[in-house]
């Protein structure tokens, strides 16, 4: 039977005021425990964690920086259950570690080497820090919630995971390594940051800031003849020369530690004998399913390669095709939809064979990109070997189709899509159906850009701003962020409507800076991590700050917000030092109140607030506590008092005082929903 109508006032919590304590901080009548830390054992066999550098074995541990995460239901009989609200599954993401140079230094016992090389027992650790985890969660007797060491259900992937090519890039030639000369598998998942969870029961997990792990020595664009592969390469990031962020590469010898390094040393012609086409095994949407790990994973390049974070999927409707939407966050990349070829049967809700399912929504179906027009309409672009912009672009010659999804990036750069302010997650609103995305900050956003790395203010990224505080006026862009959301009609749409939901601005400052006229109760900078209940329909807003940790650590805040247009049109003029001022129309959502927008949570120091997993009752919420102390020195790792943070030690929570990424649990004190 459906859940009873709510009947309670949402938002009616008193808002937790800006917060610099090392703690996390939820309104009066709320408590939030830490559930399931960085080290924690995924099995029996597997020793306390001891926090103090000399911990191994993270295979069968939790990984590090907690991030994105879905739950995943399981009856009394561990079967998968869509109601179930006091055991299942979090499958969750470790999107990197906390590192001052190229070590990250609170894994090892002495900080690590912090130059290259990097000795084979460090690199391997790290490797097997990154990836997803998934594990069992359940309340207990008492009522209190807890993770099980021991459960069967426990799994881990990391770094060197070997998982399936998916979709139409599988057996491409830009997929053949020496590993796979078949180019159908490659190895690991790397710096997973947003999530979805598909109709079907599995989680997809974007990977996001892959590039920076790998590397070709300068000399490398010669070896290649100077081909389009070099141009592919340095579009994401990979030019050559430039150093990787933890120098895996210079682990040794052994295959596992080569593959980072992507120079042209082979003398085959289709990169059958070294790994110069590696990297183009990163940056998918990879798909797990939780329930069975008999299953490997599977990346589903349909849904395009770029520094992927969430994917939201349109409401499923009987008979109509399935839209996924997804960000690529870097300054100025783009926003991006999936429509599926198959129409959406109910029956595969609950699929006995969710990969089969994955299969068969996730490998056919054509990709967009989004451009956006000043009167407040934007177009879906298809990026396709057909579209003429692509068949026919100057910069690189596309081979194929699956050529067109592994470097979308350049279709969307041929097909003219809009540049955004770093597109970070999104999701759908589960009455509206309109689909909100966060653009998190840009520093590149400028009302006078110079070089072609920055870009001037346009209707859907309106925004800069100029520093008046110090000695000098200094442009810094979009400093703050903002939520942009749109309309389409049905998931195949085209076209759609649009406009700014919300700006993120500190609390008194300038109008035209303020544009959403936040007060103190609920003033933010840089939104990241958006997700919808499903229960309360409540937006929660988590927030990855660098501009505002000054005044408050990072935050999460609940929202009720409105719909596409229910605000107005408004003209934000920018002055500029020389020539004349410009002026940029755009769409601004209706100003917030104490009843539609409110600070629920403050996190400790140093940490970004990330992942949201709820309950199908909307009584329990799981969220993730992103690198606690990542500012600490590694000079100062002798000395706890140093650390910028010491959380969650100083919450009660296990060994050693090195502060720890985790997963907390919130629960309302009267058994009531979250948010309430
Ligand atoms: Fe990993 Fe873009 O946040
Ligand atoms: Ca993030
Ligand atoms: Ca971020
Ligand atoms: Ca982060």
Redesign the pocket.
Known sequence: APAPAPTEKLLAFNAVSKSLADAVVVPAGYTASVLYALGDPLSSATPAFKNDGSDGSFEQRAGD?H?GMDWFGLSATGTPSTTAADRGLLAMNH??TTNEKLNSHFLHANGGTSTLPRPAAEVDKEVAVHGVSVVEVRKNAAGAWEYLAGSAFNNRFTALTEMEIAGPARGDALLVTKYSTTGTVTRGTLNN?GTGKTPWGTLLTGEENWAGYFTRATGDNAARGNDRSVTANNRYGNAEGVATRHGWESGGSEDRFARWNNAKTGSSTNGSDDYRNEMNGMGYMVEIDPYDKSKKAKKRSGLGRFAHESAAFSKPVAGQPLAAYMGDDSRNEYMYKFVSTALWDAADANAANRMAAGDKYLDAGKLYVAKFAADGTGQWLELSITTPAIAGYAKYAFANQADVLVNARLAADAVGATKMDRPEWCAVHPVTGEVYYTLTNNSNRRAEPSGSSQSAPDSANPRTYTDTKGASTQQLGNVHGHIVRLKDATPGATSFTWDVYLFGAEAGSAADVNLSGLTADRDFSSP?GVAFSAATGIFWIQT?DGAYTDVTNCMMLAALPGQVGDGGKKTITHARATGAALSVDTFIGKQPTADTLKRFLVGPVGS?I?GLAETPDGKTLFVNI??PG?NTALANLADPAKYTSQWPSNAGYGAGKRPRSATIVITKNDGGRVGS
């Open positions: 920086h991030d999107e990197a940051c990241d990855d970004e990330t992103q690198h990542e």
